[in-house]
C-alpha cells in the first residue's frame, strides 16, 4: 500500500512538473511557439504477454491533446505537448487453478484448500497522460508565391510531415472488470491422503459476480512515427503508430489470480491478471488517425534572426551613408599605396629571381667543374693503368628515381671489398644523372649511391676472375625515404652456411648506420631470405640469424636497439628463379625496410 502512495505521489509531482515546464516554455517563447490542438483514435492496446493458454485482443481508443512545435527552419522543428490517451484489452483463460494453506477447525488440522475458477474474462482499461519529443520534418507542396525575402518563408502553402521520436505515458486511471463462469472447490487432507469436494459450508459450482479493481503500471515509453497532411488552413490529416519500448508491468504477483471466500461466503477475486504472473509483460500499443489543427502561426529562429538582422542593418545603413566620403578617400589613398607597394614586390621579385637563376648558374658550373675534374681525374688513373698494364673495365649507368624515372644528383663511392679501401668518389650528371668510374680487375666491388632525400642503394661488382677491359652499363633505381621502402643490401657477406658476417661487410653496415645517423627517427625491419636448396627448417633459421646478426652490428655502433626489428623468412619470398644458380644467388639476400619514420 505504502509504495502505491509513493508511485502516486511521483507520478503526480512528474505531471506537475511537465505542465510547469511547458507553461514556462510557451511563455518566454510565444513568437516562435506553433500551438495547435489534436484528436486521435485507433487501435489501443495494452499488447500484454501472456503465459500459455491466454488470449487477448486490443479496443478502440481515443484521445486528444495540445500540441506545441518550435521550428529551427524551413523544414526542421521539435515538437511537444501534452495528450490523453485511452488504452484498453481484454485477457480470456478458460481455467485458473489456486490453492492455498487453510485450517480445518472440526478435524484440528491443517489442509490444502483449492480453488478452480473457469471461463475468466478481464477487461483492462488505461488512461494516460503523455509527453510527446518528437522531431519534426516538413515537406513544402508547391513553390512559394509571390517575391519574398531570402530569409522569409512562405507558410501559405499545403505541406506533408513527418514526426518520430519517443513519447512518455503517465498513467492517471487504471481500472480493470474480473470475471468468471463458475468458482469449484475441494481440500486436500494430507494425513488422510483424500481429497474431499462439496466440502461443507464451502459454495461448490458457485456462480460468480464480476469483479471490479485497479491494477499498477509504471511510466510508459512508446517509440513515435506519425505523418499528416496539413492544409494552408492550418488543419492537417494523418496517422501515427506509437510502440511501447519498455514492461510498464509494476507488480508481478506469483500467485496466480483467483477467487475465495470472505467470511460471508462470498466469492472475491485477488487481484488483476495483468499484475499476476500469468502476464509476463505489457506494453502500450496504439495505430490510428490523428487531426490537429493549429491555433497560432510561427516564425523559425532563422526568420527572427533575418528580422533582427534587417533591423540592424538599416541603422548601420545610415552610419555607413556618413562614412562614404570618408572611405572613398581612404580607399583612394589605399590604392596608391597598394600600387607602390605592388610595384616594391615585381622589383624584389625580379631581384629575387635573378639571384636563384646566378646561383643555379653557379651549382651548375661547381657541378661541371666537379665533373670535369672527375673526369680528368678518371681518364689518369686509365692512363696509368694502361701504361703499368693494368686491365680496367670501366662502369657506366644512370641513377633514376624509382617511382618517377626522373634523373637523381648522387654522390657514388666505389669500395674495395678485399681491402675496404674507398677507391672512387664522383657524382652523377646534374641534368642526366650519369655517372662512370673505371676499375681494376682482379677484386670485387662494392658501390654505394647516396642522395638527399633517399635511401642508399648497393650494388655488387665482382672482377676477380676477369682478365680483359670492357664495361659493363648499369640502371640504379633509389627510393624516397617514406614508410614501406625495402632495399636489398648487396654488399653484405656471409661464409656458405653459416651466420656471422664476413670482414666484407662492414663498409655497406657503415653506410647503413651512416642513414640512420642521418636519420634518427627512422625504424627499421632487417629480413633474411635464402633459396630452397636444403630443409625448410635450416633454411628459416639461417635466415633468421643473418637478419639478427646485422642489427646486432649495429647495435654495437651505437644505434637504438628499439628502432631495429629482424625477421628470416627462409626460401618463401624469391625475387629470382630458384632453377638456375645465378637465381638462387639473388634470392639469397638481406634487406631493410622503412617501418616508421
Known amino acids: 500500500m505504502n509504495k ?29 511557439a506553433q500551438l495547435s490542438v489534436n484528436a486521435h483514435a485507433g487501435y489501443h492496446t495494452l499488447s500484454p504477454k501472456l503465459t500459455d493458454g491466454g488470449t487477448k485482443s486490443g479496443k478502440l481508443g481515443f484521445g486528444a491533446g495540445l500540441g506545441y512545435h518550435h521550428p529551427f527552419n524551413e523544414t526542421w522543428g521539435f515538437a511537444t505537448g501534452l495528450d ?59 513553390p512559394p508565391q509571390g517575391d519574398l525575402p531570402a530569409h522569409q518563408i512562405d507558410r501559405n502553402r499545403n505541406s506533408l510531415l513527418f514526426s518520430g521520436g ?52 509504471n511510466m510508459h515509453v512508446q517509440l513515435v512515427l506519425e505523418a499528416a497532411y496539413r492544409l494552408k488552413n492550418r488543419l492537417s490529416f494523418g496517422v501515427y503508430f506509437n ?40 506494453k502500450p500499443l496504439a495505430v490510428g488517425v490523428k487531426v490537429s489543427y493549429d491555433l497560432t502561426s510561427a516564425k523559425s529562429s532563422a526568420e527572427k534572426a533575418a ?99 626522373e634523373p637523381v644528383r648522387a654522390l657514388v663511392e666505389v669500395t674495395n671489398n678485399q681491402s675496404g679501401q674507398l677507391i672512387s668518389t664522383v657524382h652523377t650528371d646534374l641534368n642526366t644523372g650519369e655517372y662512370i668510374v673505371g676499375l681494376p680487375v682482379g677484386s670485387d666491388y662494392g658501390i654505394a649511391f647516396k642522395a638527399e632525400g633517399y ?9 676477380r676472375n676477369t682478365k680483359v677491359a670492357g664495361e659493363i652499363v648499369q640502371k640504379v633505381e633509389i627510393q624516397k625515404v617514406e614508410i614501406g621502402a625495402q632495399v636489398v643490401l648487396n654488399n653484405i657477406f656471409y661464409e656458405s652456411g653459416r651466420t656471422e658476417l664476413t670482414p666484407e661487410s662492414e663498409t655497406e653496415l657503415l653506410d647503413l648506420v651512416e642513414m640512420l645517423s642521418q636519420n634518427p627517427t627512422m625504424l627499421l625491419e632487417i629480413s633474411g631470405h635464402t633459396d630452397n636448396v636444403g630443409s625448410l627448417a635450416t633454411n628459416n ?30 626460401p618463401t619470398q624469391p625475387v629470382a628463379d630458384n632453377s638456375t644458380e645465378e637465381g638462387r644467388s639473388i634470392n639469397r639476400r638481406v634487406e631493410f625496410k622503412v617501418t616508421g619514420i
Open 84 to 142: 490523453f490517451t485511452s488504452f484498453g484489452s481484454t485477457l480470456k483463460f478458460d481455467k485458473i487453478n489456486y490453492s492455498y494453506q487453510a485450517f480445518d477447525a472440526v478435524e484440528n488440522t491443517d489442509f490444502l484448500f483449492k480453488v478452480e475458477t473457469t471461463k475468466v474474462e478481464e477487461k483492462s482499461t488505461s488512461l494516460l497522460l503523455s509527453l510527446p519529443l518528437l522531431a519534426r520534418y516538413t515537406l513544402w507542396l508547391g
Open 166 to 217: 519517443l513519447r512518455f505515458g503517465f498513467p492517471i486511471s487504471r481500472n480493470y472488470t474480473l470475471k468468471a463462469d463458475n468458482l469449484e472447490t475441494s481440500g486436500f487432507y494430507s494425513f488422510e491422503n483424500q481429497e474431499y469436494v462439496n466440502i461443507p459450508g464451502v459454495f461448490f459450482n458457485q456462480p460468480l459476480e464480476s469483479r471490479k479493481g485497479t491494477y499498477d503500471a
Open 243 to 282: 510502440y511501447g519500448l519498455n514492461n510498464v508491468q509494476d507488480i508481478n504477483d506469483q500467485r496466480p489470480v483467483a477467487f475465495h471466500f470472505n467470511n460471508n461466503q462470498q466469492p472475491l477475486s485477488t487481484n488483476s491478471l495483468l499484475n499476476t504472473a500469468y502476464t509476463k509483460s505489457f
Open 307 to 405: 528580422e533582427k538582422v534587417a533591423r540592424q542593418n538599416a541603422i548601420d545603413n545610415e552610419l555607413q551613408q556618413a562614412e562614404l566620403e570618408r572611405s572613398a578617400r581612404e580607399r583612394a589613398e589605399a590604392e596608391r599605396r597598394e600600387l607602390e607597394a605592388k610595384a616594391e614586390a615585381e622589383r624584389l621579385a625580379r631581384e629575387r629571381a635573378e639571384a636563384e637563376r646566378a646561383e643555379l648558374e653557379r651549382i651548375a658550373a661547381a657541378a661541371r667543374a666537379e665533373a670535369d675534374a672527375e673526369r680528368l681525374a678518371r681518364e689518369k688513373a686509365e692512363a696509368e693503368a694502361e701504361k703499368n698494364n693494368i686491365v680496367m673495365v670501366r662502369i657506366r649507368g644512370v641513377v633514376a628515381d624509382q617511382k618517377t624515372n
Open 455 to 463: 635511401l642508399f642503394a648497393s650494388k655488387y661488382i665482382d672482377l
Open 541 to 570: 633459421r639461417i635466415s633468421q640469424e643473418r637478419a639478427k646478426s646485422v642489427v646486432e652490428h649495429l647495435v654495437r655502433k651505437g644505434i637504438e636497439g628499439n628502432r631495429l626489428t629482424y625477421r628470416g623468412y627462409g
Open 4 to 32: 502505491l502512495k509513493n508511485n502516486k505521489m511521483k507520478r503526480f509531482l512528474l505531471i506537475t512538473a511537465i505542465f510547469f515546464a511547458i507553461f514556462i516554455l510557451i511563455s518566454i517563447a510565444p513568437a516562435l
